[in-house]
């Protein structure tokens, strides 16, 4: 027993607060590892042409091809890898899985409107307006017109700094190649 219910109700318990917080880390999380992933297949396939590229550029075009793979996992698997390790779910109002082409309109959404299509201030200032949405309105605006509910699992304290730590080691890592330490 855990506070008098089970440790998998303990475990499974819904927590009702919006979670800004814990919704960017997820996002960014998912977007750092997949835009690595694809820079280290793009290094192997053809060095010469990603080291021509700007980083503007290469910001901007894994954001959108991020929009296609959040897209798969949303129809495969229900989640992405960073709302699955921070507790997060999206469903529809009756509270089932998000059908395929909701998914993939909700990626498009985020990739617009949530994240700037990527682009520097745009991107910062789509990131705030969001994060003021969830916390005063109750929700995104992406959510809204799609008619969809997030849930967020009770998470403790190591998987609620697991992505944040991942995060920052990655940039620690992308910087140090950067500046050829």
């Not at 296609?68 to 009756?94: D, H």
């Not at 910062?124 to 008619?147: E, F, H, P, Q, V």
């Not at 190591?158 to 500046?179: G, H």
Request: net charge positive; proline share 2%; with cysteine.
């Amino acid at each position: 027993m855990y506070g008098g219910e089970s440790l998998e109700t303990a475990i499974t318990q819904v927590v009702e607060k919006e979670r800004p917080w814990l919704r960017f880390w997820a996002r960014t999380f998912d977007v750092l590892i997949h835009a690595t992933i694809i820079g280290m297949v793009w290094v192997f396939l053809h060095e010469a042409s990603i080291e021509r590229m700007s980083s503007f550029s290469f910001n901007a075009l894994t954001t959108f091809l991020w929009i296609f793979m959040e897209w798969g996992y949303m129809a495969i698997f229900g989640t992405t890898p960073g709302k699955k390790i921070l507790g997060i779910r999206v469903l529809s109002s009756e509270g089932s899985a998000v059908p395929k082409y909701t998914a993939l309109k909700r990626a498009i959404l985020v990739w617009f409107r949530g994240m700037g299509v990527g682009v520097g201030l745009i991107n910062l200032a789509c990131y705030m307006i969001g994060y003021d949405n969830l916390r005063y309105a109750k929700i995104t605006s992406w959510d809204r017109d799609l008619n969809l509910k997030v849930t967020y699992k009770k998470i403790g304290i190591f998987r609620m700094l697991i992505c944040p730590m991942i995060i920052v080691l990655f940039n620690s890592i992308a910087l140090i190649n950067y500046i050829d330490l």
